[in-house]
């Protein structure tokens, strides 16, 4: 199997970037939920502000995303923003050692947020220009996988660093858990900035000087949506599923009588099933289709959510967690590649925005929405999740053309 070596750097900068950033999915709950934080709560429970912390992330990033895109489109300097990007996330990562109160925790994480943007979609955007159709589903799943052995790694790695907390240090002294973990993500980010800057190229990007336009509206007949767009719905709800457990992590732990360390093994099994069927699929899309991988994925995500929430034992929520994962690879590399084949020339950063976009708001609406809909009880996030999940699947039937080479039957549309 022959990867690009940009894709490969891409993926394995992603991947210390993602560990040190994944990091704060387990530990900011903690830490919001500790002694360590305080300053006005505005009236708000401690679920609810775990949400909006964990969402704030996803939401700034996603708003800004298909801004960056276009600016790198218009500039076709795609490593400029993806180093620059990583640099603002190690500094944003050590800044928590200073926020202690719900303010500045919001204000580090809005900074987080930016430098996603930053980074994401110009690095997807680079994967895609050194693709082709023949192995673009195989290079980002690649890609997404090097980065979620990262992102799922993270949070069993910190849950370790808290139980074995404080560090004693020659010449610095004690070093409690939080503080360990905010260094920690912060040297990984730095760490995948000197890879980028040292090891990526920039491709011999088309400049566009078009404005940004969002397309939502297809302008074939027979299709309502734009197919980017469907295909960005499809991420949103993937992504919107997977992000409900985090924020109620205090009240799953109560629920199943377990730790930290329990709740960073269940978080990770999905990212790890994720991160392992990811090159599978892309590989397989590349071959048989993208939209059938994207369909039946979505589908499986209705039962696979939804019995989360009814989860009595913590092997239950693992094993369903995992499952969500093989569903959820079905979903992402495929709509990725998809979208990518899809994408004007000139124009990749700012279409393959959208899906990444997609992506980051459903993580932001799903934790949203978990940490306020648990108090009408524990299932009720999960339910709403799997409703999502069989509405995307309706969209991705009827919206989404088959692409050349699909062994499926068309749907009545031709590409």
């Given at each position: 199997m022959n990867i690009n070596r940009s894709v490969l750097i891409l993926g394995i900068a992603r991947m210390a970037d993602a560990m040190g950033n994944s990091f704060l999915i387990?530990?900011?709950?903690l830490y919001i939920a500790s002694q360590s934080v305080s300053g006005n709560d505005f009236g708000l429970t401690t679920s609810f502000i775990t949400g909006l912390v964990l969402g704030l992330f996803g939401l700034i990033s996603s708003i800004a995303q298909p801004f960056v895109g276009r600016l790198s489109d218009k500039v076709g300097k795609r490593k400029l923003f993806v180093a620059g990007g990583l640099l603002f996330f190690a500094i944003a990562n050590a800044s928590y050692t200073w926020a202690d109160t719900y303010f500045s925790i919001f204000l580090v994480r809005s900074a987080q947020g930016l430098a996603a943007a930053l980074t994401i979609t110009c690095s997807v955007a680079l994967v895609s220009e050194v693709s082709n159709k023949g192995n673009r589903g195989n290079n980002m799943g690649t890609y997404n996988t090097l980065r979620l052995i990262g992102f799922g790694g993270g949070p069993l790695l910190s849950g370790l660093l808290l139980k074995h907390a404080p560090y004693h240090l020659p010449m610095i002294g004690s070093i409690d858990g939080f503080t360990?973990?905010?260094i920690i993500a912060s040297?990984?980010?730095f760490a995948s900035m000197v890879l980028v800057a040292l090891f990526v190229q920039d491709q011999n990007t088309q400049k566009s000087n078009e404005?940004?336009?969002f397309k939502i509206?297809?302008?074939k007949n027979g299709q309502w949506l734009d197919p980017i767009f469907a295909l960005g719905v499809a991420t949103f709800v993937m992504s919107f599923g997977f992000s409900l457990l985090s924020p109620i992590e205090i009240e799953t732990n109560q629920r199943l009588s377990q730790g930290a360390f329990m709740f960073s093994v269940e978080f990770s099994a999905m990212l790890g099933a994720l991160a392992i069927f990811q090159p599978l699929v892309g590989k397989a899309s590349d071959k048989y289709g993208r939209r059938i991988f994207i369909l039946v994925g979505l589908i499986c995500l209705i039962p696979f959510t939804l019995f989360q929430g009814l989860a009595t034992e913590s092997w239950h929520l693992i094993v369903f967690r995992a499952l969500q994962g093989i569903s959820a690879a079905m979903v992402f590399s495929p709509a990725l590649a998809l979208a990518g084949d899809l994408a004007e020339?000139?124009?990749t950063g700012a279409r393959l925005a959208v899906v990444t976009m997609a992506f980051g708001l459903g993580i932001s609406m799903g934790s949203f929405l978990s940490g306020y809909a648990v108090r009408y009880g524990y299932i009720t996030p999960f339910i709403i999740g799997a409703i999502m999940a069989g509405i995307g699947s309706i969209i991705v039937?009827?919206?989404?053309?088959?692409s050349k080479g699909d062994k499926e039957e068309s749907l009545g549309i031709n590409n």
């Open positions: 387990v530990v900011l709950p360990t973990t905010f040297l990984g980010a404005p940004l336009i509206l297809a302008k020339k000139g124009q039937a009827t919206q989404v053309p088959k």
